[in-house]
């Protein structure tokens, strides 16, 4: 196995040798729930065989809560710590150490995405059969859901990757996620060039396609380029250790 | 030919910003030697340790570990040695024998020599016992075999070890060194320590740093002899005497000492006996064992002991390192020995903070600049 996926292999199993796994995944299904059948009147409400809701609350608590948590400490507590010193030194390049650390903390992220697929499942296949449907906006959403923790986990192992303390990764990644996704509401409030800006950036803006069924390459490279300048920011961020 | 120079350090500088932790720092390390990196605190050894582990780079110089060049080829030279970072950070949610096989698995180990590997590693460190305890469950000192572990597991040629015996207690020093000189045998040790006896004890040579630079580097007899003196313990009776005389004031019998030709300073040490007790330096290659003898029994005194030896490593390591530590304690150094020194350090010192604050505001302004 390459020293990267070890290094994810161990990152990955790390969440759940602490609470911190199993905190966040209990806690995060115990608020879906919430939102999904209580917030704005429900599902119930909607009187509609849709499971669009899942899809505007799921990201939105990803930015707010989890991908912060799941990140804050994966470069800042190592070098807080000093086991930054002791893995490096190990025969590894610094893109492993940054890629296999990435993979780890977005295996956690996937493992929840993944566990919402339970909500279709159960409510619209097997035990309960409540309407046909539409599978198209199923898929193409979870597309935009997997993208997007693609996105917002390399965002967050970058804010890590500047910083000594946890909490302050922790609330810049909360503030930074938290402003891309708020920048869509914001959009539809702005108007002329500022809404185009908005629209742009906002991760909210760039999911909403997905939700409706549509996958447009602009949407999907935009994820893929922030994900891909995020790591490779952190990457630097990482190597300049060598020389300050 | 593979050749017998280990590790070789060229001209290596690294400056912090305006500090300069490194000045040219050279040395060599050949196979099978086990050299002591000896230097107070904040000298330079770990950054000397983490460019020759390929962690930083030096701002100018070159290193290279068993033939490989820290810039060019930093995974070769992190293969050929184990490094045991300072105060052995480990994951502490990892149970040691996880943390191994991690090791292991990174430094490409398959399963069959990494059970050959971990019965050695066990029994030399002594992990059997908490092979499957959590790190975070175990000692200071547990810590640092797991670290010791970790850093033997792939059977390197080299070993890089930073303080590996600070924060143990007695025992657990001695255990370690026993298991340093046990494995360094066969391979090339590079051991950081600011402590003098584990260096006697377990290293043939030393390399002295003091504010970045090597001030020694030789075999430990030689760094001895460096400071060219050799030191005389005299203890005389406070409250008996001889043949009827009275027994000396502690600042007579401290004169008559001094008045000795050879003798070229007497300091009084504390004692619990009754008695007074000083450390005497004389020049090296002479023995003024005779004349202190003749003194006392001149003089009456009831002598309780009388030795020399060539000055301790400690006392050498003191000289040659002891200029930094005025500038580092500032104003409010006041040592026994530095009265006659006092007043020029003290002017050294204004000099020193002014240039100090104007470091500052040169990083303030840089940092404005940045932002």
């Not at chain 1, 309960?128 to 390399?154: E, K, Q, R, T």
């Not at chain 1, 402003?179 to 803006?205: C, E, H, P, R």
């Not at chain 2, 460019?51 to 290279?64: E, K, M, R, V």
């Not at chain 2, 200071?140 to 015996?165: F, S």
């Amino acid at each position: 196995m390459s020293p990267m996926l070890i290094i994810a292999k161990r990152e990955f199993r790390s969440y759940f040798d602490s609470p911190i796994a199993y905190i966040v995944i209990c806690l995060s299904f115990f608020a879906l729930g919430l939102m999904f059948f209580l917030l704005n009147g429900g599902f119930w409400q909607l009187d509609r065989a849709s499971i669009a809701r899942l899809f505007e609350s799921t990201p939105m608590g990803l930015s707010f809560l989890v991908v912060p948590v799941v990140t804050m400490r994966l470069l800042a507590e190592e070098r807080r710590s000093g086991t930054l010193e002791m893995l490096i030194t190990l025969p590894v390049k610094d893109s492993d150490v940054v890629v296999g650390k990435y993979l780890g903390a977005l295996g956690l992220v996937l493992v929840l995405v993944l566990s919402t697929l339970a909500y279709p499942l159960v409510m619209f296949w097997k035990p309960w059969n409540l309407g046909p449907i539409d599978g198209g906006p199923v898929a193409s959403g979870y597309l935009g859901m997997v993208l997007f923790s693609c996105a917002a986990v390399a965002v967050g192992l970058l804010i890590s990757a500047l910083t000594e303390s946890q909490a302050v990764a922790f609330f810049i990644t909360f503030f930074v996620l938290g402003a891309l996704w708020l920048f869509g509401d914001l959009a539809s409030k702005a108007g002329g060039t500022l809404a185009i800006v908005l629209n742009y950036v906002s991760f909210q803006s760039r999911l909403n396609n997905f939700w409706r069924g549509l996958i447009d390459s602009r949407d999907v490279i935009f994820f893929l380029s922030v994900t891909v300048l995020s790591l490779m920011v952190a990457f630097r961020a990482l190597e300049r250790r060598k020389w300050a | 030919m593979a050749t017998d120079v280990m590790i070789q350090a060229n001209g290596l500088t690294k400056r912090f910003g305006v500090v300069r932790a490194l000045d040219k720092v050279n040395f060599e390390v050949k196979r099978g030697e086990v050299v002591g990196f000896l230097g107070p605190n904040g000298a330079g050894k770990s950054t000397t340790m983490r460019i020759l582990t390929c962690f930083i780079s030096p701002s100018t110089g070159s290193a290279t570990v068993n033939s490989h060049d820290v810039f060019d080829n930093p995974l070769e030279v992190r293969r050929s040695i184990g490094y045991l970072p300072q105060r052995a950070p480990l994951y502490t949610d990892m149970t040691v024998w996880e943390y191994l096989k991690f090791a292991a698995e990174i430094r490409g180990l398959d399963e069959a020599s990494f059970k050959k590997r971990l019965k050695k590693v066990v029994e030399v460190c002594g992990l059997a016992q908490s092979l499957g305890k959590d790190i975070s469950t175990l000692s200071h000192g547990y810590r640092q075999r797991v670290g010791l572990g970790q850093a033997l597991i792939h059977d390197p040629p080299i070993l890089i070890l930073d303080e590996p015996t600070s924060d143990l207690d007695p025992n657990e020093k001695a255990e370690v060194l026993r298991y340093i000189k046990e494995i360094g045998k066969d391979r090339t040790i590079l051991l950081s320590t600011h402590n003098l006896a584990e260096v006697e004890e377990a290293c043939a040579r030393a390399i002295i740093v003091s504010k970045g630079r090597v001030v020694a580097d030789g075999p430990l007899d030689e760094i001895r002899g460096k400071t060219g003196r050799v030191r005389y313990v005299v203890t005389v009776d406070e409250q008996r005497a001889e043949a009827g005389n009275k027994p000396p004031a502690a600042a007579q019998a401290q004169e008559a000492l001094q008045r000795l030709s050879g003798v070229k300073t007497v300091r009084e040490l504390p004692t619990d006996e009754k008695a007074h007790k000083f450390e005497l330096s004389g020049a090296q290659d002479s023995d003024i064992r005779a004349e202190i003898y003749r003194l006392a029994v001149a003089k009456g005194w009831t002598l309780l002991e009388l030795r020399r030896d060539a000055q301790s490593l400690d006392a050498v390591f003191r000289d040659l390192t002891r200029g930094d530590e005025k500038l580092d304690r500032g104003a409010n150094w006041t040592a026994a020995d530095a009265d006659d020194e006092e007043d020029t350090s003290n002017a050294d010192e204004d000099e020193e903070s002014d240039d100090d604050e104007d470091e500052e505001e040169e990083v303030d302004a840089k940092s404005k600049g940045k932002s």
